[in-house]
T-cell receptor, first 117, second 110 residues
Framework: GAVVSQHPSWVICKSGTSVKIECRSLDFQATTMFWYRQFPKQSLMLMATSNEGSKATYEQGVEKDKFLINHASLTLSTLTVTSAHPEDSSFYIC?????????????FGAGTRLSVL | SQQGEEDPQALSIQEGENATMNCSYKTSINNLQWYRQNSGRGLVHLILIRSNEREKHSGRLRVTLDTSKKSSSLLITASRAADTASYFCATGDNFNKFYFGSGTKLNVKP
């Protein structure tokens, strides 16, 4: 149980275009979803926390208008990288949690590798 | 930054040997967790230890926590080639937000 699906797994786009990444909880209702960014050979940096039905809370230094997060349902959150540029190229990972899953454990998607040309 | 540091950054051992990874963090925590990441993939939860616990076991994994030193260690006993991955510690706050350490890349040679 507690499966999180992330799509697409890999996307290549041209500079200036927008890219949408989906994160779905397949067998539980995710009241909270988290979005992380990971640079090569580095750790995960928390970008934002989203609770279903409310606005996402962004970490310091993360541009809200650049990384649009929508958590409109209990099973789906989306991250849209707007007007992507090469420096946005990275590995993006989502995680999710919802009751009655054990607290303090997040369930991760497989990640999305974004390459901006 | 609340992120922690892990050492070593990379560890290469022979199959059957034990692997020890350390994690240090900066702030007070509610719990500390260890995750595993295979190359280019998501993370898999391994074990959670709460701030009032000192040691925890799960199969071949042993985790210790020293809150006075703000440090934790993960021991993998009798390692296997399939244990090759990156290992991250993550500290959780009261809002269930995680802050990940820098990770240890473990290579277990068959």
């Amino acid at each position: 149980g507690a499966v999180v699906s992330q799509h697409p797994s890999w996307v290549i786009c041209k500079s200036g275009t927008s890219v949408k990444i989906e994160c779905r909880s397949l067998d539980f209702q995710a009241t909270t979803m988290f979005w992380y960014r990971q640079f090569p050979k580095q750790s995960l940096m928390l970008m934002a926390t989203s609770n279903e039905g409310s606005k996402a809370t962004y970490e310091q230094g993360v541009e809200k208008d650049k990384f649009l997060i929508n958590h409109a349902s209990l099973t789906l959150s989306t991250l849209t990288v707007t007007s992507a540029h090469p420096e946005d190229s990275s590995f993006y990972i989502c995680s999710a949690w919802g009751p009655p899953l054990p607290e303090n454990i997040q369930y991760f998607g497989a990640g999305t590798r974004l390459s901006v040309l | 930054s609340q992120q922690g540091e892990e050492d070593p950054q990379a560890l290469s051992i022979q199959e059957g040997e034990n692997a020890t990874m350390n994690c240090s963090y900066k702030t007070s925590i509610n719990n500390l967790q260890w995750y595993r990441q295979n190359s280019g993939r998501g993370l898999v939860h391994l074990i959670l230890i709460r701030s009032n616990e000192r040691e925890k076991h799960s199969g071949r994994l042993r985790v210790t926590l020293d809150t006075s030193k703000k440090s934790s260690s993960l021991l993998i006993t009798a390692s296997r080639a399939a244990d090759t991955a990156s290992y991250f510690c993550a500290t959780g706050d009261n809002f269930n937000k995680f802050y990940f350490g820098s990770g240890t890349k473990l290579n277990v040679k068959p």
